[in-house]
């Protein structure tokens, strides 16, 4: 599908002991030959001199040639491994892409071996995934979605939605045959079937999104309560200023950690009060505005200025100007609980949880750790999950909405021809997690958040 040959340094920026350069399309061999003086022998490590256009020595190392289709790109491709300084890589690229080549777009290469039918789309976004984990069951879960085995699943799913479609869409063809839609057990067997099996696949995909992207945690709450003392305990180091002067915090602090393999993403803000401080009015809208956009809020509240009785949680939320605890998971902290002489515990009012701690001296916060973990819905044991993005997440949910869409005209009307095209936009939408189905707009999106030589 590409007749230009691309060219790119692979590995990362820096120096090192190795570099290594990529060349894929067409005139791969013939560049490789140039440069290194030598005839190149499919998957053979041959040690040469890498020689400029002037007889300029560029370097010595290594080059490997990949005959397609039987390569990562499923074109012709050679690797150039030389010394990882940028200067000699730079060089060598240069020479490359005066012989024919040309810079490849980032994730280009990656984007050619899914065009070139040797990875589909789900095993694509799963590389990029796999170099940009954080924590080691994330890199796992990649890894198991590289290998194949979210795509596997997805496969399996579309096969029994056509198997289903094929006896449906056979019933309705062919009436003579006098099938009853709602007294034929078969149909709502397989329905169930198939519904159970999206159960199991999301649990999994969720678990993989969650390794993937994490968890944003905004910690807000009035001057002077322990929030930026609180950011210090979780992240276990002194990055934020603490001081008894209120109004200490005035920008947006982000420090990113993980719990037992979850990532956090933790963010310290402004004090929320009535203040005339330009400075700290802008710090107050930064902090509410941080706020809107997380998964879940610690506001944070200076229990040693309480009772024992728990503040009642709607009156917080008008007191602090928070959004509603409906729309947004909040959690409130009771700070302080060493000086306000009270023993750390977690508390269920309604729907909120209120977790008394101490982020001075550490006490309750394996509690709040542990709560964190729960409200996300983080399993410690990922060995069945696979990496999955919201798109993912999205397509799944569409799809199993379609079903049980046609499950209940099927049930309501006995209208086999609606369930039939559910099936059918079911089918497709499944297919866009594996690119079956992929517009190009949707490629450019994605390839384009790759790094270059990948």
């Given at each position: 599908?590409?007749?230009?040959?691309?060219?790119?340094?692979?590995?990362?920026?820096?120096?090192?002991?190795?570099?290594?350069?990529?060349?894929?399309?067409?005139?791969?061999?013939?560049?490789?030959?140039?440069?290194?003086?030598?005839?190149?022998?499919?998957?053979?490590?041959?040690?040469?001199?890498?020689?400029?256009?002037?007889?300029?020595?560029?370097?010595?190392?290594?080059?490997?040639?990949?005959?397609?289709?039987?390569?990562?790109?499923?074109?012709?491709?050679?690797?150039?491994?030389?010394?990882?300084?940028?200067?000699?890589?730079?060089?060598?690229?240069?020479?490359?892409?005066?012989?024919?080549?040309?810079?490849?777009?980032?994730?280009?290469?990656?984007?050619?071996?899914?065009?070139?039918?040797?990875?589909?789309?789900?095993?694509?976004?799963?590389?990029?995934?796999?170099?940009?984990?954080?924590?080691?069951?994330?890199?796992?879960?990649?890894?198991?979605?590289?290998?194949?085995?979210?795509?596997?699943?997805?496969?399996?799913?579309?096969?029994?939605?056509?198997?289903?479609?094929?006896?449906?869409?056979?019933?309705?063809?062919?009436?003579?045959?006098?099938?009853?839609?709602?007294?034929?057990?078969?149909?709502?067997?397989?329905?169930?079937?198939?519904?159970?099996?999206?159960t199991r696949i999301?649990?999994?995909?969720?678990?993989?999104?969650?390794?993937?992207?994490?968890?944003?945690?905004?910690?807000?709450?009035?001057?002077?309560?322990?929030?930026?003392?609180?950011?210090n305990a979780l992240?276990?180091?002194?990055?934020?200023?603490?001081?008894?002067?209120?109004?200490?915090?005035?920008?947006?602090?982000?420090?990113?950690?993980?719990?037992?393999?979850?990532?956090?993403?933790?963010?310290?803000?402004?004090?929320?009060?009535?203040?005339?401080?330009?400075?700290?009015?802008?710090?107050?809208?930064?902090?509410?505005?941080?706020?809107?956009?997380?998964?879940?809020?610690?506001?944070?509240?200076?229990?040693?200025?309480l009772g024992a009785?728990?503040?009642?949680?709607?009156?917080?939320?008008?007191?602090?100007?928070?959004?509603?605890?409906?729309?947004?998971?909040?959690?409130?902290?009771?700070?302080?609980?060493?000086?306000?002489?009270?023993?750390?515990?977690?508390?269920?009012?309604?729907?909120?949880?209120?977790?008394?701690?101490?982020?001075?001296?550490?006490?309750?916060?394996?509690?709040?750790?542990?709560?964190?973990?729960?409200?996300?819905?983080?399993?410690?044991?990922?060995?069945?999950?696979?990496?999955?993005?919201?798109?993912?997440?999205?397509?799944?949910?569409?799809?199993?909405?379609?079903?049980?869409?046609?499950?209940?005209?099927?049930?309501?009307?006995?209208?086999?021809?609606?369930?039939?095209?559910?099936?059918?936009?079911?089918?497709?939408?499944?297919?866009?997690?594996?690119?079956?189905?992929?517009?190009?707009?949707?490629?450019?999106?994605?390839?384009?958040?790759?790094?270059?030589?990948?």
């Open positions: 599908m590409h007749e230009d040959t691309i060219a790119a340094v692979a590995t990362a920026p820096g120096k090192g002991g190795i570099g290594v350069i990529r060349v894929s399309g067409s005139k791969s061999r013939e560049i490789g030959e140039t440069l290194a003086g030598a005839t190149l022998r499919p998957r053979h490590a041959h040690y040469c001199t890498f020689t400029a256009r002037d007889d300029a020595r560029l370097d010595s190392g290594i080059v490997i040639y990949f005959p397609g289709p039987a390569s990562f790109t499923g074109e012709d491709v050679v690797e150039f491994q030389a010394h990882g300084g940028p200067v000699v890589l730079d060089l060598i690229l240069r020479e490359i892409m005066h012989h024919g080549a040309r810079q490849a777009g980032p994730g280009e290469f990656s984007q050619r071996a899914f065009l070139n039918d040797k990875i589909d789309l789900a095993q694509a976004e799963a590389i990029a995934d796999l170099i940009n984990a954080d924590t080691e069951q994330a890199a796992r879960s990649a890894t198991r979605s590289l290998e194949g085995d979210f795509s596997r699943e997805i496969d399996a799913l579309v096969t029994q939605i056509t198997r289903l479609r094929v006896y449906v869409e056979a019933a309705i063809d062919f009436p003579e045959e006098e099938i009853d839609f709602l007294a034929d057990s078969k149909v709502r067997e397989q329905l169930d079937s198939i519904l159970e099996a999206f999301r649990g999994a995909a969720a678990q993989g999104s969650l390794l993937r992207e994490g968890m944003t945690l905004v910690i807000a709450g009035k001057p002077n309560a322990g929030k930026s003392s609180l950011l992240s276990g180091q002194d990055v934020a200023i603490v001081t008894d002067i209120a109004g200490t915090t005035r920008d947006i602090l982000r420090e990113h950690i993980q719990i037992d393999g979850l990532p956090l993403h933790l963010i310290d803000t402004a004090g929320l009060r009535e203040s005339g401080d330009a400075i700290e009015r802008e710090g107050m809208r930064r902090a509410l505005q941080e706020v809107a956009a997380a998964d879940r809020v610690l506001l944070v509240i200076d229990s040693s200025e009785t728990l503040p009642d949680a709607d009156a917080l939320w008008r007191e602090h100007a928070m959004p509603d605890a409906g729309e947004l998971p909040i959690t409130v902290v009771l700070n302080k609980s060493d000086l306000a002489g009270q023993e750390v515990a977690v508390t269920e009012q309604g729907d909120t949880t209120f977790i008394r701690l101490s982020a001075k001296t550490g006490a309750g916060l394996p509690l709040l750790r542990t709560h964190l973990k729960a409200s996300m819905g983080y399993r410690q044991d990922s060995a069945h999950s696979f990496s999955a993005r919201r798109r993912h997440l999205s397509a799944l949910a569409d799809a199993e909405a379609l079903v049980r869409n046609g499950l209940a005209q099927l049930e309501a009307a006995a209208a086999g021809e609606l369930l039939a095209e559910d099936l059918r936009q079911c089918q497709n939408r499944l297919g866009e997690i594996t690119g079956a189905f992929t517009s190009d707009d949707l490629l450019g999106e994605i390839f384009s958040s790759f790094c270059i030589g990948k």
